[in-house]
């Protein structure tokens, strides 16, 4: 049996493969070009909110009109170099992770928004031959494990950086916020009052 072989066979699925134990993402891509800048992926005219609901709502609306009506939850999005250029703020991937996707697979990210992604969540991945071969509709396999890329259609495999483990923590907490809070939460009582004790001073120390 492959490490795929007990993922689900409907888009949007994460589960574990039967052989490793790794996370399994499928989903269908929803394929985009080179230089997709943050004011495409969510225009400036909505930066007033920060809710990650009415973000989604408007998400890719000026690239993409069929967007949300096609995009179902845990689908993935594909595209070619420098995504998410542009603006600094966390805005372009939280709308995207609210609108339903649960990964961006491109030939290369901008810094900034693959720092932002992280962030709050979303899991990116780097695959120049990926992002070349895929196209709107595929179905994909996704091990963050691995890095591996297979496509459902001819079983094509293209590999992209694995997550290190520390990633792999804030991907699966939904956030780094979230990820420190559990990190937090994972540590002895004593250690965790002792931390919130405020400083003394000695007589040494004056």
């Known amino acids: 049996m492959s490490e795929y072989g007990n993922e689900q066979r409907k888009g949007g699925q994460s589960t574990f493969s039967a052989k490793t134990g790794a996370q399994i993402l499928r989903g269908t891509v929803h394929a985009y070009g080179d230089n997709v800048d943050t004011d495409v992926i969510i225009p400036a005219r909505y930066l007033a909110t920060s809710d990650p609901v009415e973000l989604a709502a408007h998400c890719m609306e000026d690239i993409d009109r069929e967007f949300l009506k096609k995009v179902k939850p845990g689908d993935i999005m594909v595209a070619g170099e420098n ?19 649960s990964c961006v697979i491109a030939a290369s990210f901008a810094r900034i928004f693959y720092r932002n992604a992280i962030n709050i ?25 691995s890095g591996e890329i297979r496509s459902i259609k001819d079983g094509a495999i293209w590999k992209a950086q694995p997550f290190p483990p520390f990633i792999r923590e804030i991907i699966e907490a939904g956030g780094l916020v979230e990820a420190t809070k559990r990190r937090l939460a994972a540590r002895p009582r004593d250690y965790r009052a002792e931390a919130h004790q405020p400083a003394t001073r000695t007589k040494d120390a004056l």
């Open 83 to 101: 995504f998410g250029c542009g603006s600094s703020r966390e805005h372009a991937p939280l709308a995207i992770k609210a609108a339903g996707i």
């Open 121 to 145: 969540g979303l899991a990116i991945l780097e695959s120049p031959e990926a992002a070349r071969a895929l196209s709107d509709g595929d179905e994909v396999a996704v091990n963050f494990e």
